[in-house]
């Protein structure tokens, strides 16, 4: 807005989620159940990528690096979560150890399973995808995009290009599972403290209640 001539008072109000419907699981024995209900084993690397199908969420880079990734780690698994535009011709790309999932009522479920949460996009806004994944404690690799870099924490930015994620992927898929933990629960924190929908609604009316007294028009004035 500045570089296009507006000038005004800017107030920002970042995206939020509910991080009580976006939660991690109590424990592994709840993780591997889930995994179970899903179809997945235990034990297996799992990488999650949840958006639409379509060129902005970059899924083709994604399926393009992900024969690198089973090179350093062959027991890897990705699961694409959504629907969209792209999806045949996404679906053409698959390789070994990809399932595409469809669209999904609640992606919470996926996060908490996951080991990894992927973020290819070619563009976004601020992605709620991301803020999501962080609530329910995964670890991610995201595009190095201008959004992407304000949404993670400097601490837990693991951004790569989009080109491609391949080494990013394999890095944290490689990482030690307490290491991962860790991470997750300060993506966690990170959500908790500064984009907690109850909080982040608070300051929306705040600033809406500023704006609304900034344009109040007096009693006085009405009755002239």
């Given at each position: 807005?500045?570089?296009?001539?507006?000038?005004?008072?800017?107030?920002?109000?970042?995206?939020?989620?509910?991080?009580?419907?976006?939660?991690?699981?109590?424990?592994?024995?709840?993780?591997?159940?889930?995994?179970?209900?899903?179809?997945?084993?235990?034990?297996?690397?799992?990488?999650?990528?949840?958006?639409?199908?379509?060129e902005q969420?970059?899924?083709?880079?994604?399926?393009?690096?992900?024969?690198?990734?089973?090179?350093?780690?062959?027991?890897?698994?990705?699961?694409?979560?959504?629907?969209?535009?792209?999806?045949?011709?996404?679906?053409?790309?698959?390789?070994?150890?990809?399932?595409?999932?469809?669209?999904?009522?609640?992606?919470?479920?996926?996060?908490?399973?996951?080991?990894?949460?992927?973020?290819?996009?070619?563009?976004?806004?601020?992605?709620?995808?991301?803020?999501?994944?962080?609530?329910?404690?995964?670890?991610?690799?995201?595009?190095?995009?201008?959004?992407?870099?304000?949404?993670?924490?400097?601490?837990?930015?693991?951004?790569?290009?989009?080109?491609?994620?391949?080494?990013?992927?394999?890095?944290?898929?490689?990482?030690?599972?307490?290491?991962?933990?860790?991470?997750?629960?300060s993506g966690?924190?990170?959500?908790?403290?500064?984009?907690?929908?109850?909080?982040?609604?608070?300051?929306?009316?705040e600033?809406?209640?500023?704006?609304?007294?900034?344009?109040?028009?007096?009693?006085?004035?009405?009755?002239?």
């Open positions: 807005g500045s570089r296009l001539g507006v000038k005004a008072t800017i107030a920002m109000v970042p995206n939020s989620v509910d991080s009580d419907r976006f939660h991690p699981l109590s424990g592994d024995a709840d993780r591997a159940a889930l995994r179970a209900e899903m179809g997945f084993a235990s034990d297996v690397p799992l990488a999650v990528c949840v958006g639409r199908l379509c969420k970059g899924q083709d880079l994604l399926l393009a690096a992900w024969p690198r990734v089973l090179n350093s780690v062959p027991s890897a698994q990705l699961v694409l979560v959504g629907d969209g535009p792209e999806r045949s011709q996404l679906e053409s790309q698959r390789g070994a150890n990809v399932v595409f999932a469809g669209a999904s009522p609640d992606p919470a479920c996926w996060f908490q399973l996951a080991d990894l949460a992927v973020v290819p996009s070619r563009w976004e806004g601020q992605a709620l995808v991301i803020l999501e994944a962080m609530s329910c404690a995964v670890p991610i690799v995201a595009s190095d995009i201008a959004p992407n870099a304000e949404t993670l924490p400097l601490a837990l930015a693991q951004r790569c290009p989009q080109i491609d994620p391949a080494a990013a992927i394999v890095e944290r898929l490689q990482k030690d599972a307490r290491e991962r933990a860790i991470e997750g629960r966690r924190k990170h959500v908790q403290e500064f984009h907690d929908r109850v909080r982040q609604a608070d300051k929306l009316i600033v809406w209640e500023t704006v609304a007294d900034a344009h109040r028009v007096s009693p006085i004035h009405l009755a002239r």
